[in-house]
Every structure is written in C-alpha cells, then in structure tokens.
C-alpha cells in the first residue's frame, strides 16, 4: 500500500513539476520567498485589528508561538523519516530553478504546514464573516504550496501532509486564543491605557 501511494505521489509530482517555463520559474521562485508576502500579513493584521482591538497583542505572540510550533514539528519528522527531497532523489529527473534544491529531507513542507496553520487560524479567529480576508489567506497558502512542488523541493504528499499537520496546529492554538480572548475581553485593555495615561 505504502509503495502505492509513493508511485502516484512521484508520478503526480513528475507531472506538475514538469509543467514549466521561463516565465513561471522566475515567479515561483520570487512567490517561493514568505518574506515577499509580507503585504499580505498587513493586510491580515489591519481587520484582525479591526475586530480584536487591544487582543491583538496575544493574537501576535499565539501567532509567533503557532509558527514555531509548526516549523519545529516540521523539522522534527523531516530528520526522524529522512525522506529524501525529490531535488535530492538520484535518478529522477526534476526541473531545478537557480540551482535550489533545499535541505536533504523534505518529508513534510514546512511551507506548507506554516501558512495553512496561519489560515485555519484566521478562520477560527475572525469567521467566514470576514471571507475577503480568508480567502486570499487559502489562496496565499495554495500557491506558496503549489510553487514548492514546481521547484522540486517537495512531492505532493508533503504539501499534502503539511497541509493536515498545519491546520491541526492552528485548530489548536486558534481554539486556545478564543477561550483565552473570551477571559480577557478587549475593553480590559482599553481601560488599562486609559488608567495609565491618566
């Protein structure tokens, strides 16, 4: 069964990474960069504002905290399974853009599990009354997704996995940030401010 599963992931990863172009491989190593999406997190940050108030400082250390949790799992099971990136994988043949090729082991996207444990957050936080903000969150972590498979850094199954181990990880933090919002509300700080400036 597992060997099943490797050969239609290889297969579905020989497929897309071989969709390709000049053009595409200069935008899906710039779109590759999370630092380039950093407008993106502004904007995320501007209604998440909106909605929190003052909260919005515990919702940032969750985040900071949610991320490192997720980066570190990642590296974890990369060096626990020891799978070898298809970069790395001798004898297949993967389309390299500038010569990147990741670390050794790519078994799970840490690209992956990071920005969608980022959007299950969001979704828990601000709810589907916010859709113009979570749906360029799922899109934001789709193509960050997609462009680690086009680099062939990734197979599908670790977008895929990455994307599971990911949104359990916001589920949790994102369920922990309301119950602990919900014991301190927002017009606590706002009153805090205002005893400290008076």
């Not at 990147?100 to 990071?114: D, L, P, T, V, W």
């Not at 903000?133 to 990734?154: C, D, E, F, Q």
């Not at 309301?178 to 805090?192: M, S």
Request: aromatic share 18%.
């Amino acid at each position: 069964m597992i060997g099943y599963l490797d050969h239609i992931d290889r297969a579905a990863f020989l497929f897309l990474n071989g969709l390709h172009n000049p053009f595409f491989d200069r935008v899906m190593f710039t779109a590759t960069n999370t630092g380039l999406w950093f407008p993106l997190y502004l904007f995320f940050f501007f209604f998440a504002v909106r909605k929190y108030k003052w909260n919005i400082l515990f919702i940032l250390v969750a985040v900071t905290l949610m991320i490192l949790v997720s980066d570190q799992a990642t590296e974890l099971v990369k060096h626990t399974v020891q799978r070898l990136r298809p970069s790395h994988q001798p004898g297949l043949i993967v389309h390299i853009v500038e010569a990147y090729k990741g670390g050794i082991y790519g078994f799970y996207s840490a690209h992956a599990s990071n920005t969608s444990s980022v959007v299950v957050f969001l979704c828990i936080l601000m709810g589907w009354k916010y859709w113009y903000v979570l749906v360029p969150a799922i899109l934001w972590s789709v193509g960050v997704s997609y462009t680690r498979i086009y680099l062939g850094v990734h197979y599908p199954g670790d977008i895929i996995t990455g994307w599971i181990a990911g949104s359990l990880i916001g589920f949790l933090f994102g369920q922990g940030a309301l119950k602990i919002i919900e014991l301190i509300p927002a017009r606590n700080f706002r009153d805090r401010s205002a005893n400290l400036s008076a």
